[in-house]
């Protein structure tokens, strides 16, 4: 009797809501708006073009364009880490969204993928996020001598930052990063802005390029 009773209270504990059967529950995802700040994120499209990768992109890397710095996205992202990414299902973002970021992104597969991967993110919808995005980067100027230059230009990453300092004097000195590829060409300008657009300081995760020079080709 004594062990009846004591397996039927075994039994009864395995069965209560929350108790542990041994198995390790999975990790969830970050949910949205569970980031500290926001990387507007430009990338150079002369240099992108450069490298070897298929799958370009006429309306960035045709010949003739003439574009330079295009927005790559708006991520959001932790002070001392990678922000979250993918952090629910995304529905495609509509042919009127898309046409409008077409402004500030120069592709619909990355406007796609840019809300899928970061806008699920922000706790935004899908037009309050890229909306957002408009906003941002129409908030920051590009000093002249980056601004689709003709010819090379090479600069030591502190010198980029410092003219995009200098072209956007309400923004604190450390709200830019450059980020480049292994050649030592021109990746991105990052910029950082609080959850209400307003510029900050970056943190750690904002990322930095080691290289000492960075080239940035003329465009095209």
Known sequence: MRRRALAA???????LPGASTGRSRKRRPAGPSD??????VLSYAPDFC??????????ECGAGRRIGFVVHGLWPQGEDSRGPEFCAPASPASQ???QAALRYIPGESLIQHEWAAHGTCSGLSAGDYFAALGRARDSVSLPPELNQPTQQVRLS?????EKMAGANRGFPENAFRTSCYRNGELQEVRICLNKDLSPRA???SAGACVAPVVTLLPVR
């Open 96 to 98: 009127a969204i898309v």
């Open 35 to 40: 980031f500290s700040y926001y990387l507007l």
């Open 157 to 161: 990453p502190a010198q980029i930052e």
């Open 202 to 204: 970056c943190g750690r």
């Open 9 to 15: 209270i075994l039994l009864s504990c395995l069965l």
């Open 50 to 59: 450069d490298q070897a990768r298929r799958n370009k992109d006429p309306r």
